[in-house]
């Protein structure tokens, strides 16, 4: 067997990584991704890089993957050396081209790899536990946004196509009740009139959408607080990682997917739905975070939808897990029975809290974004 080390050592020889290869070590949890740091010497001093696997099960096309990222993080670099930052090169990520310029490895094994510069002096953390920290990561993913109001050339590549088309995931749940292969519908019709009772809602920003009123925009689409960077020294957020689901889209996407994560105090899958709330103070720091760095490009439409994409996004995730429940848990890994369905339910409560809480929440909207 070889070794992490070996692999890693043949891995960075196919790129434009210069250096004498020194050691690689694993980094990060992320549940998606295997991800190493690998020193390397050049002349006496240690230069860090990156070399990350692409799972090709979850992003069937590495390549638009790969160019949706270099397109992305090129044109972030310009902008910010235009604006004379001197950590421009900490502020986003850098792919270090193969030696053939390709911008990732397929291996022997088929595994797709990539290279980045090392961002040191900065750490991620699991999760999101002060209104401090969800004011930074919001601001972060803002800004990130901003970034990339202006990026020139054809439209981003749709990497995972659908990926927030809240009417097909809708249809797609009705569609599985109907076949309902394992026979569990019947256990879980609460559940699914508690979906059917808001179908409402999963056009609201499609119709926007669709009568050009939501621009379509460039959003990160996995806005977790471990895709943010810290920096150790300010512990303010240097860069955002985690760039595989960049794709054009609304931006309300990936603040709703902020709410749905940041604002509960319990885990994903909780059971006890006591302990399942849309916290406000939360929420407020959020759309404060969020706000400062977005409002140079947020139009009225966007800003008015901020509480109800919180909502949208809860339904949506909802809907996905109680889809894959009913249809045998084929997508989502599960530890242990009923996994999904206590994680639809939990997101349901969270729907249920937002609504429970919507005026207050659009009126903070209203006093913040000023
Ligand atoms: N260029 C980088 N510099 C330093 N650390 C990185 C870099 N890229 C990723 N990481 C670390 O590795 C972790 C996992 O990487 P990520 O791209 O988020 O993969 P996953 O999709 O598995 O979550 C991140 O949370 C971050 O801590
Ligand atoms: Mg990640």
């Not at 230069?47 to 972030?76: C, G, L, S, Y």
């Not at 094994?109 to 040191?120: A, E, K, P, S």
């Not at 009705?174 to 019709?189: G, I, L, Q, T």
């Not at 406000?280 to 759309?287: N, T």
Request: with cysteine; net charge negative; proline share 3%.
């Amino acid at each position: 067997m070889k070794t992490d080390a070996d692999r890693i050592r043949q891995v960075g020889s196919k790129f434009q990584v210069h250096g004498r290869f020194l050691r690689a070590f694993p980094i990060g949890r992320g549940h998606i991704n295997d991800t190493f740091a690998a020193d390397y010497d050049y002349g006496g001093r240690t230069v860090r890089f990156v070399h990350q696997t692409i799972n090709h099960h979850v992003f069937p096309n590495p390549v638009a993957v790969m160019e949706n990222i270099d397109r992305v993080t090129r044109h972030k670099r310009a902008l910010l050396a235009e604006r004379e930052d001197t950590e421009a090169g900490r502020k986003s990520l850098t792919v270090i081209p193969k030696l053939d310029g390709k911008l990732y490895y397929q291996d022997g094994d088929g595994v797709y790899w990539r290279t980045y510069i090392f961002i040191d002096r900065a750490t991620t953390f699991d999760t999101i536990e002060t209104l401090e920290q969800a004011e930074t990561v919001a601001g972060a993913y803002g800004r990130f946004q901003n970034l990339l109001v202006d990026l020139p050339g054809k439209r981003l590549h749709e990497t995972i196509p659908d990926f927030h088309h809240a009417r097909k995931r809708f249809d797609r749940l009705m569609k599985v009740v109907e076949d309902d292969p394992m026979n569990r519908a019947a256990s879980v019709r609460d559940a699914i009139q508690f979906v059917q009772d808001r179908e409402d809602v999963v056009d609201v920003l499609l119709d926007l959408i669709s009568k050009g009123e939501l621009p379509d925009r460039i959003t990160h689409n996995d806005t977790k607080l471990n895709n943010v960077m810290i920096d150790d020294a300010t512990g303010e957020a240097i860069c955002v990682v985690d760039l595989d689901t960049v794709m054009p889209g609304s931006v309300l996407y990936d603040f709703g997917d902020m709410v749905r994560t940041a604002t509960s105090p319990a885990l994903e899958d909780e059971r006890d739905l006591s302990k399942v709330k849309m916290q406000l103070p939360m929420f407020e720091a959020l759309v404060k975070g969020y706000w400062e760095a977005a409002k140079d490009f947020l139009t009225p439409v966007e800003r008015d939808h901020l509480a109800f994409s919180g909502k949208l996004l809860c339904l949506m995730i909802g809907m996905r897990f109680l889809t894959d429940h009913i249809e045998g848990d084929v997508y989502f890994k599960t530890h242990r029975e009923d996994h999904n369905l206590d994680r639809a339910r939990n997101q349901f409560k969270l729907v249920s809290s937002i609504e429970e809480q919507a005026d207050r929440m659009d009126s903070a909207v209203r006093d913040l974004c000023v």
